[in-house]
């Protein structure tokens, strides 16, 4: 069981930048895959970052350029940097482990999500 912990979010304005953090619970941390998605009212929650557990990074088309994910696995941490922000980048951000056994077991696990609005 891993239990994750979102913070970071809040409001700014477009333009501005925040910095979405992570803290997962437990020592297996570095055999998980991290991922962040955001869900808007309304819409489906997409993925919009993911860093496996090898190092390896994903965007989204929408966010390539301005956002950066990082994980830290002596902290048990993954991080979400957001710059240029957009009011279209408004949503509610989740974190996602998801690890994957050889025996094609799929383990997953969400945060509570924190909000971010981006707004003048």
């Known amino acids: 069981q891993v239990q994750l912990v979102e913070s970071g979010g809040g409001l700014v304005q477009p333009g501005g930048s925040l910095r979405l953090s992570c803290a997962a619970s437990?020592?297996?941390?570095?055999?998980?895959?991290m991922s962040w998605y955001r869900q808007a009212p309304g819409n489906t929650r997409d993925l919009v970052a993911s860093?496996?557990?090898?190092?390896?990074?994903n965007y989204a088309d929408s966010v390539k350029g301005r956002f950066s994910i990082a994980r830290d696995n002596a902290k048990s941490t993954v991080t979400l940097q957001m710059n240029s922000l957009k009011p279209e980048d408004t949503a509610v951000y989740y974190c996602?482990?998801?690890?994957?056994?050889?025996?094609?077991?799929?383990?997953?696990?969400w945060g509570q999500g924190t909000q971010v609005t981006v707004s003048s």
């Open positions: 437990g020592n297996t941390f570095s055999m998980y895959d």
């Open positions: 860093v496996t557990s090898g190092g390896r990074t």
């Open positions: 996602k482990a998801e690890r994957r056994t050889i025996t094609d077991r799929v383990y997953d696990y």
